[in-house]
T-cell receptor, first 108, second 112 residues
Framework: KNEVEQSPQNLTAQEGEFITINCSYSVGISALHWLQQHPGGGIVSLFMLSSGKKKHGRLIATINIQEKHSSLHITASHPRDSAVYICAVETSGSRLTFGEGTQLTVNP | NAGVTQTPKFQVLKTGQSMTLQCAQDMNHNSMYWYRQDPGMGLRLIYYSASEGTTDKGEVPNGYNVSRLNKREFSLRLESAAPSQTSVYFC???????????FGSGTRLTVV
């Protein structure tokens, strides 16, 4: 079993829909990161959080440390949100362990 | 533009050849990292450097060496490339534990 599990693996939505991507982990962490990888391959850091909730534009990330679970929400989704979303947990020594990613496709 | 610069973007090597992947950041970050990304496996840490002058092995260091040349530059060397090293390689940096990571655009390496 992977230390970081994401669901779903693939997600197709219509423009405007509310989207949720889930991340569960099995180890103690110091922080959790959400990353976005565009079709061209570049990786962008979206959020780093260790408790509670963060919001940036239409993106919201939450984490429940007790349940070892995090969610990434996208409100009013748009085709430009189509990308792979990656959850990564940070453990001792600032090492990251990555999930396999969720491929999101938003259709117009 | 500020960020992490990786070169080259694409490379094809023959088995047994050597090459160095270059990474430079201009954000004065202390820590730098090399990851590889393979289908179905997520990114995996090859080597990292917590600060100038230090390097440590990550999850998959075999077949690789690194050099933290100065605070800006962190190179990854394949001494004798193998087909199993076909992958996309990402360099990343961060300034400290309270901040997120900045990634380079990646190097797509094929070993034939």
């Amino acid at each position: 079993k992977n230390e970081v599990e994401q669901s779903p693996q693939n997600l197709t939505a219509q423009e405007g829909e509310f989207i949720t991507i889930n991340c569960s982990y099995s180890v103690g962490i110091s922080a959790l990161h959400w990353l976005q990888q565009h079709p061209g391959g570049g990786i962008v850091s979206l959020f780093m959080l260790s408790s509670g909730k963060k919001k940036h534009g239409r993106l919201i990330a939450t984490i429940n440390i007790q349940e070892k679970h995090s969610s990434l929400h996208i409100t009013a989704s748009h085709p430009r949100d189509s990308a792979v979303y990656i959850c990564a947990v940070e453990t001792s020594g600032s090492r990251l362990t990555f999930g396999e990613g969720t491929q999101l496709t938003v259709n117009p | 533009n500020a960020g992490v610069t990786q070169t080259p973007k694409f490379q094809v090597l023959k088995t047994g050849q050597s090459m160095t992947l270059q990474c430079a950041q201009d954000m004065n970050h202390n820590s730098m990292y090399w990851y590889r990304q393979d289908p179905g496996m997520g990114l995996r840490l090859i080597y990292y450097s917590a600060s100038e002058g230090t390097t440590d092995k990550g999850e998959v260091p075999n077949g690789y060496n690194v050099s933290r040349l100065n605070k800006r530059e962190f190179s990854l060397r394949l001494e004798s490339a193998a087909p199993s090293q076909t992958s996309v390689y990402f360099c990343a940096s961060r300034t400290g534990g309270l901040y997120g990571y900045t990634f380079g655009s990646g190097t797509r390496l094929t070993v034939v």
